[in-house]
C-alpha cells in the first residue's frame, strides 16, 4: 500500500514540476528568448507579436529594387569612341558611345579564341591575333575571328551606363 502511495506522490511532484515548465516557457514582456529560438517579431498590420516572422529591419531596400551599379558615366566616352568596363559580376565589356545619348554594349571576349578585345582608336582590336571589330556595331572587320563580338545589352539612365 505505501508502494502506491509512493507511487502516486512522486506522479503528484512530476506532473506539479511539468506544469510549472510550461508556464515558465510562455512569454513575459522584458525577457530575452533563449538561444536558438526565434524573437517575436510585431505583425505588418499592427496586431500581435508572431515568433519567427521576419519584421522590417532597416531602410535598405530589397536587392531587386536596387539600381545596378554603373558601368561608366557618358562623360567618359567620347561619340564614336568605346571604352572597357568590367561588370559587377566580373565579366569584360566594351561600351561604345554611339550618340549623344546612346550606348551599346558588347563583349569583350574574341570569338577567335577568347582573347580580351580592347577599344584601339576607332575600332576594337584583339591583341592575340590582330582581329579587329567595328565600333558602331561590334561586327568583324577583319580575322581570324569568324565574326563579331557578341552583344550586351546596357541601358542609358541620366549620365550612367548601366546593365540592361
Ligand atoms: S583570339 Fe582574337 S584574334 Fe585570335
Known amino acids: 500500500m505505501s ?11 512530476v506532473c506539479a514540476g511539468c506544469a510549472a515548465l510550461a508556464t515558465g516557457c510562455g512569454s513575459r514582456a522584458g525577457t530575452a528568448p533563449a538561444a536558438g529560438t526565434s524573437p517575436a517579431v ?3 498590420a499592427g496586431g500581435a507579436p508572431t515568433a519567427g516572422t521576419p519584421g522590417p529591419t532597416s531602410a535598405v531596400p530589397p536587392a531587386s529594387t536596387q539600381a545596378p551599379a554603373p558601368l561608366a558615366v557618358l562623360a567618359d566616352i567620347p561619340v ?10 566580373g565579366k569584360a565589356v566594351i561600351l561604345s558611345r554611339t550618340g549623344a545619348s546612346t550606348v551599346v554594349g558588347f563583349s ?12 584601339a582608336g576607332e575600332s ?27 552583344a550586351y545589352a546596357v541601358k542609358v539612365v541620366g549620365n550612367a551606363v548601366l546593365p540592361a
Request: proline share 11%; aromatic share 2%; glycine share 12%.
Open 80 to 89: 564614336g569612341r568605346a571604352v572597357s568596363a568590367t561588370t559587377a559580376d
Open 42 to 44: 510585431p505583425s505588418p
Open 3 to 13: 508502494h502506491d502511495l509512493d507511487r502516486r506522490t512522486l506522479l503528484g511532484v
Open 108 to 119: 569583350s571576349r574574341c570569338p577567335h579564341h577568347g582573347c580580351t578585345v580592347a577599344p
Open 124 to 150: 576594337l582590336a584583339c591583341p592575340c591575333h590582330g582581329s579587329r571589330f567595328a565600333v558602331a556595331d561590334g561586327s568583324l572587320v577583319s580575322g581570324p575571328a569568324p565574326r563579331g563580338l557578341s
